[in-house]
């Protein structure tokens, strides 16, 4: 299974960028030994669209044309889940692994956010929480949690998990 976070936006250099780096490379490095070759990152250029519902809807046609057939589809929103622990997201990966499934795609939308129709087809919908994030800053944690997840699959210690848990 192919990983790829699409995310609306270009990262400039800087710490941001360096860390979503890091993530990345060390997603990549643990994944390949659990049957997921790739952990990529595209970045998509911002509408210039006049109005946010035809930005959000130019960018969420461009985020789903990474999407292949009968791949999966995980957004980042305001409107998703904040309740999911590591280990559920982790063990969502791997139903879809084990399913066959070609990708896990990663959405981080733009400034204005998700289009509608992104939503509508996203298999699993998360939230870091009800506060206002930068775009650079939610990449960087989505990627982190890409990485978390695949550790948590290779039994990696980096998850120590909540001891109060189970």
């Not at 890091?22 to 490095?29: F, K, L, S, T, V």
Request: hydrophobic share 45%; charged share 25%; proline share 7%.
């Amino acid at each position: 299974m192919r990983i790829l976070l699409a995310a609306v936006g270009r990262l400039k250099s800087g710490p941001e960028r360096d860390l979503a780096a890091r993530y990345r490379e060390r997603a990549a490095q643990v994944g390949r030994g659990l049957g997921f070759p790739a952990c990529d990152v595209v970045e998509l250029i911002e509408s210039r669209a006049r109005r946010a519902p035809d930005r959000c809807a130019e960018e969420g046609a461009g985020l789903l044309a990474h999407l292949p057939p009968g791949g999966m589809l995980c957004v980042y929103d305001q409107r998703g889940r904040a309740d999911l622990p590591s280990e559920a997201i982790a063990g969502r990966v791997r139903d879809w692994r084990d399913a066959g499934r070609p990708a896990l795609v990663v959405a981080v939308g733009g400034a204005d956010g998700l289009d509608p129709s992104v939503r509508a087809r996203a298999d699993l919908t998360l939230s870091f929480g009800a506060a206002t994030l930068p775009h650079g800053l939610v990449r960087v944690l989505a990627l982190e949690q890409l990485y978390r997840v695949l550790t948590i699959l290779a039994g990696h210690p980096y998850h120590r998990g909540d001891p109060d848990a189970a």
